[in-house]
């Protein structure tokens, strides 16, 4: 059984930092495109940033180059996107997706506020 569970969202202040993670189970991780999206409020799912099969090409939305990243543990099952500097406009809730599988995680909040 796919699953892809998240966590490690949550409120943090402008200029701060979180980890999101998502432990993916029932298929092999390493041979997915693995990615992370975010829906804000009132507006479409958007690509945040995507990592390649081999897990050495990776590749982000303008607005967040500079500033996250994605990675992958050594084992291999859980896909991690590491945010500072976060902004206002950062706020909303990120999914997991495995691309080949077309599998979505839960989705967890951020919500950047002062």
């Known amino acids: 059984q796919v699953r892809l569970v998240q966590s490690g969202g949550g409120l943090v202040q402008p200029g701060g930092s979180l980890r999101l993670s998502c432990v993916a189970s029932?298929?092999?991780?390493?041979?997915?495109?693995m990615s992370w999206y975010r829906q804000a409020p009132g507006k479409e799912r958007e690509l945040v940033a995507r990592m390649s099969h081999t897990g050495v090409s990776s590749n982000y939305a303008d607005s967040v180059k500079g500033r996250f990243s994605i990675s992958e543990n050594n084992a291999g099952n859980t896909l991690y996107l590491d945010m500072r500097s976060l902004k206002a406009e950062d706020t909303a809730v990120y999914y997991c997706?495995?691309?080949?599988?077309?599998?979505w995680g839960q989705g967890t909040q951020v919500t950047v506020s002062s």
């Open positions: 997706k495995a691309e080949d599988l077309i599998f």
């Open positions: 029932g298929f092999t991780f390493r041979n997915s495109v």
